[in-house]
Nanobody
């Protein structure tokens, strides 16, 4: 059974940085791409970034140049480093692999 546990969400001021982590259990981690999504209040869940099993990364336009996705296959963990945060980045952030989702971690960007 695959379990995903996100962490690292917090209240941060505009312009600040956060690093989110997603720890995965099970043997699925190294053979699939990993994704980060987010859902702001009242909005649909939207894709943020992807990292393939080989390390290729792809970003939504809203994340390009500010967010960096990375993975540590030895630790079964994927990260999302977020810089230059804006109030519109406020959302619950979820990691996803195949059909599996974590419960999310809340990021609030506010002064």
């Amino acid at each position: 059974q695959v379990q995903l546990v996100e962490s690292g969400g917090a209240l941060v001021q505009p312009g600040g940085s956060l690093r989110l982590s997603c720890a995965a259990s099970g043997s699925i981690f190294s053979i699939y791409a990993m994704h980060w999504y987010r859902q702001a209040p009242g909005n649909q869940r939207e894709w943020v970034a992807t990292i393939t099993k080989g390390g290729t990364t792809v970003y939504a336009d809203s994340a390009k140049g500010r967010f960096t996705i990375s993975r540590d296959n030895a630790k079964n963990t994927v990260y999302l480093l977020m810089n230059s945060l804006k109030p519109e980045d406020t959302a619950v952030y979820y990691c996803n692999i195949a059909v599996h989702w974590g419960k999310g971690t809340l990021v609030t960007v506010s002064s």
